[in-house]
């Protein structure tokens, strides 16, 4: 099959490439991130080892990375789509094989300048897959049933394997974010329905499946004060630390039950906490406030795009940062249970601030070449 891009061939150089880029998207970017690094400083009880510092070079080196996809013509992300999804599932199965063991999960591969978390890179890979496989697919096709049986083949496949390390929560959002790309396309509400229908009729099969303490985190999100000195321990003292913040909170390196060590993960999974601790409602409201103009300019630049494959990049890009920031500051006030992901930009971590910075990458590539034309038959040469 030969594959035909309908390509303009006035391409930009680099320089008008550069012209375009959303410099206050950048800006935006820069001053999220740069709360992060405050919150880590102060995690550390005023000292920028051994999280910030770290942090800074993480995300120095993610900036340059993000200016590289984004220079990067949108049509050779095309071309790379599934290439790349597959060498993330082989990283998938690696961990299985080689993977290293920590907090009682195997979900990392140790490269030794960087430990490496797979199923971050699956998200941004999957969705590039699942938006080459979309583009140009009409509602007729999207009507078949046989059409959408390859798609669900490239989540299930690293949904499962990500089950098996365990990891439920990144599961959960590689399977959303494809529910949200398959509701782009026209699929049909009635298969959304059957399809949340079988599952909810599963979860006492699904149950029995689970680990000790995925189950212990189920029965600990409806009841907290069951254990309040063991599995409730961390929720509990997320939601005092969170009341005790007040309206205005108790000031920068103030959180007295992050900074007495009561709050556990303060680094990572609790980040949002101790920043509503020390900033109170009112500095609550202004960083969520920051983070949705994140996702604005991700709607916008998606909305703004006349090819499918850039709009579903950048919508599926875009709702999979919203799911970061939902989970994780829902986690933290306890409307759902803890499930251990990171608030991007925010929390400490390698592969998810490089794996976040691959993605605004993407986002701006789709932005540049937002006017480029690409016919439904796919792929030549440029």
């Known amino acids: ?30 001053v999220v991130a740069s709360i992060g690094f405050a919150m880590l400083y102060s995690a550390a009880n005023g000292s920028f080892d051994p999280w910030a510092s770290r942090q800074m070079v993480r995300f120095a080196a993610g900036l340059g990375m993000m200016m590289v996809v984004a220079l990067v013509d949108i049509r050779v992300w095309m071309r790379l789509a599934y290439p790349l999804y597959a060498l993330s ?18 979900r990392w591969i140790d490269l030794g300048f960087i430990q490496l978390q797979p ?17 140009g697919a009409s509602l007729e096709d999207t009507g078949r049933i046989s059409y959408l049986l390859p798609p669900l083949l490239l989540v299930l496949m690293p949904v499962a394997l990500v089950l098996m390390q365990p990891n439920l929560g990144t599961s959960l959002m590689l399977l959303m974010v494809t529910g949200a790309i398959f ?11 059957l399809v949340i229908g079988s599952g909810l009729a599963a979860i006492p099969v699904v149950w029995q499946f689970m680990h000790d303490y995925q189950r212990n985190r189920v ?49 990572t999974d609790f980040i949002f906490t101790m920043l509503g601790e020390e900033f109170g409602l009112t500095g609550s409201l202004g960083f969520l406030g920051l983070y949705c103009l994140l996702l604005v ?28 920031l939902f989970i994780n500051c829902a986690m933290n006030m306890g409307l759902i249970p803890v499930v251990g992901i990171p608030l991007p930009l925010i929390s400490y971590g390698g592969t998810a601030t490089l794996t976040v910075m691959i993605g605004f990458g993407l986002l701006m590539s789709v932005h540049i070449h937002r006017d480029v034309r690409l016919s439904r038959r796919g792929l030549t040469d440029f």
């Open 89 to 106: 599932l082989v990283l998938l199965i690696g961990v299985e094989l080689v993977g290293q063991i920590g907090m009682g999960a195997q």
């Open 119 to 135: 199923s971050e890179l699956m998200k941004v890979c999957l969705v590039l897959a699942l938006a080459r496989y979309f583009h």
């Open 183 to 193: 509701f782009l396309v026209g699929v049909r509400l009635w298969k959304f329905a």
């Open 219 to 267: 029965r600990t999100f409806l009841n907290p004060e069951e254990d309040p000195l063991g599995t409730g321990y961390h929720i509990m003292q997320s939601k005092i630390a969170l009341g005790s913040g007040g309206m205005f909170g108790k000031g920068f390196l103030m959180g007295s039950q992050s900074h007495l060590n009561f709050l556990p993960e303060k680094q």
């Open 297 to 324: 300019y991700g709607l916008v630049i998606g909305l703004r795009c006349r090819h499918q494959f850039g709009r579903l990049v950048a919508l599926g890009l875009t709702f999979n940062l919203f799911l970061y």
């Open 1 to 30: 099959m030969s594959w035909d891009l309908g390509v303009d061939h006035n391409d930009m150089t680099i320089a008008e490439k550069l012209g375009q880029v959303s410099w206050s998207l950048v800006l935006l970017i820069i």
